[in-house]
């Protein structure tokens, strides 16, 4: 079984731009969660999206945003970008049916400029 | 506001010893907790979990406790190996969320 991909690996932008971010799960799995990894902020919850709809949400300003489409794939935006944005983002997958482990993938590597 | 603590930021261990790694939680809404391995440049591995309404779940080398009175949990590692290097990071869901809310880790070294 594929494990979940992230596209880009790595992303180089300059402050005040936009991004997208690509996560494909696992066949099979219709949640897609995504995570911001920071040296100061550690692993953080940015939302969790369930058959194409946002069922939850941390913490992060507006800017930051996702979709999901009907193959379960998933993108996140970050729009007017800041030099904080520079960070590993991190989509985990499951299968949605109920609280149980999530799977990482690799991680895209984004350095703002 | 830190809701999962791991206060040792590094632990080192000699092979084929126990290890034991270490965390603490606040929010009495979790109801499931997972432990993951963490080597650089790639995402979290799962290792192991357990239920709130559990003590202690075991999976060959890796066991691991939680003390709810405490708000408390722990990953045993025995014996440990070399390649059991990595960072480790303790997780909490609260009840029927889909959210993990995460320590800070650890970074286990395990010496020859």
């Known amino acids: 079984k594929a494990g979940v991909t992230q596209t880009p690996r790595y992303l180089i932008k300059t402050r005040g731009q936009q991004v997208t971010l690509s996560c494909s799960p696992i066949s099979g799995h219709r949640s897609v969660s995504w995570y911001q990894q920071t040296p100061g902020q550690g692993l953080q919850f940015l939302f969790e999206y369930f058959s194409e709809t946002q069922r939850n949400k941390g913490n992060f300003p507006g800017r930051f945003s996702g979709r999901q489409f009907s193959n379960s794939r998933s993108e996140m935006n970050v729009s007017t970008l800041e030099l904080g944005d520079s960070a590993l983002y991190l989509c985990a997958t499951a299968s949605g049916a109920g609280v149980e482990e999530q799977f990482f993938g690799p991680g895209t590597r984004l350095t703002v400029l | 506001d830190q809701q999962v603590k791991q206060n040792s930021p590094s632990l080192s261990v000699q092979e084929g010893r126990i290890s034991i790694l270490n965390c603490d939680y606040t929010n009495s809404m979790f109801d499931y907790f997972l432990w993951y391995k963490k080597y650089p440049a790639e995402g979290p591995t799962f290792l192991i979990s357990i239920s709130s309404i559990k003590d202690k779940n075991e999976d060959g080398r890796f066991t691991v406790f939680l003390n709810k009175s405490a708000k408390h949990l722990s990953l045993h590692i025995v014996p440990s190996q070399p390649g059991d290097s990595a960072v480790y990071f303790c997780?909490?869901?609260?009840?029927?969320?889909?959210?993990?809310?995460f320590g800070q880790g650890t970074r286990l070294t395990i010496n020859p």
């Open positions: 997780a909490a869901s609260p009840q029927g969320a889909q959210k993990l809310v």
